[in-house]
């Protein structure tokens, strides 16, 4: 298992697709940004995701070589890499400080703490980089074999603990804040803060293996192949745990959308000949998505039943109510069944011409019912006689979506 894991932090194409994504999402974050320039949390969420995307193409072991010959410093890729790892850090901090609802004075105090903190941190880093002595390229080695050197130890030293500290920061602040939401929020910090504690393993492994190089002991296999066992797994649970609380309420919207939608079925192909002229609605695109669609097949049902009010009748809700409970149905079931026998019958009353009254002798439905009734639709309630019937052909339809 440590090989694969090895095998996976060394491959460069996993680095690449992980920038490049991360890249288009901020990419279609710009305009919102530019819309809103003084919304802390959305400059927060590009900047996460602008540093998160420049993290995984500067810690590609090819890049690391390509920025080395580039700028022809030997290891120049370690401070370009350290820095952004930190602001990285300093972001998700930063980010967690304006999602969670808190004060706006205290939300301001404590991005100015954050940001300033991690400049200098950056500052640092690159200054120890410019003081030492850092001669032999080491493309995944660099921590353990430079974990001695004047200077570049104390870059190595300030990249860890810096990171540490915001990754712990942000567990803590995470789990807290979990217990005071619940829903896809609190799941989505559930699955943040065990990211971020293995994130600070992954930094402890890395502080150990360099305590192992000052003790003279050969540990730097936990830096190219025990470290990364805990980097691909946090990267994973972060992404997740982010993604849960934004994607999550407007997925189950969807499904939800999408099962009434199906439930709907049978009502739609009972009322979609049901003429409307009365009602003149645009065509939806077809990326409208499916709580568009359902609010547009809403209120076509309640077009077609609103032309319908004229030929319904009591007599046969009446009667299809009383059949339905002789059959063993409960109140509910059966009141469902009766008003669809009704619009059965009115459908077919009016579909062959028959005149009906001039107001709604009854409207007994509410937006409410709208499932119920097309269930009832496809019940072995609903008179046979009846809904064999009403197979003629279609009156031509002004509301089709």
């Known amino acids: 298992m440590f090989g694969y894991f090895a095998r ?59 920025i080395n010959r580039a700028t022809g410093i030997s290891n120049f890729a370690a401070p370009v890499a350290y820095s952004a790892l930190a602001v990285f850090g300093g972001a998700n901090l930063l980010l967690l400080v304006n999602w969670r609802p808190s004060p706006p004075e205290q939300r301001r105090r404590a991005s100015r703490i954050c940001a300033t903190t991690y400049s200098l941190v950056v500052v640092l880093i690159i200054g120890f980089f410019w003081l030492g002595d850092a001669p032999v390229e080491q493309v995944t080695l660099f921590d353990w074999y430079y974990a001695d050197t004047p200077w570049i130890r104390e870059m190595i030293l300030t990249y860890l603990v810096a990171q540490g500290v915001a990754k712990m920061t942000t567990f803590v602040l995470c789990w807290r804040w979990s217990k005071q939401v619940d829903g896809f929020l609190r799941a989505g910090l559930r699955i943040l803060a065990p990211g971020y504690l293995l994130h600070v393993c992954y930094d402890i492994i890395k502080l150990v293996a360099i305590y192992g190089r000052w003790a003279g002991k050969q540990w730097d296999f936990l830096i190219d192949q025990v470290a990364p066992q805990t980097a691909a797994p946090s990267a994973a649970l972060v992404v997740i745990g982010f993604t849960l609380p934004l994607a999550g309420p407007r997925t189950a919207q969807t499904v939800q959308a999408l099962g009434q939608l199906r439930d709907l079925g049978p009502l739609w192909r009972e009322l979609k000949a049901v003429p409307t002229p009365g009602a003149i609605r645009t065509s939806l ?17 309640f077009d077609a039943l609103l032309t319908l009010s004229p030929a319904y009748d009591s007599a046969v809700r009446d009667k299809a109510y009383q059949a339905a409970l002789e059959r063993g149905a409960d109140a509910p079931t059966a009141g469902a069944t009766a008003d669809a026998t009704m619009i059965v019958a009115a459908r077919m009353k009016q579909q062959s011409g028959s005149s009906g009254s001039e107001t709604p002798d009854t409207e007994p439905w509410r937006p409410r019912d709208l499932v119920p009734l097309s269930r009832a639709l496809t019940s072995p309630f609903v008179s046979p006689s009846v809904l064999g019937q009403h197979h003629g052909a279609p009156a031509e339809s002004h509301h089709h979506d």
């Open 285 to 301: 695109p077809w990326w409208s998505s499916p709580a568009v669609r359902l609010t547009r097949r809403r209120t076509s049902f």
């Open 8 to 66: 996976w932090a060394k491959a460069n194409e996993v680095f690449y697709i992980c920038g490049i994504l991360l890249l288009l999402i901020c990419l279609f974050k710009v305009p919102a940004l530019l819309r809103r320039r003084r919304d802390p949390l959305l400059s927060s969420v590009v900047l996460l995701l602008l540093d998160g995307g420049l993290v995984f193409f500067f810690t590609a072991p090819d890049s690391i070589s390509a």
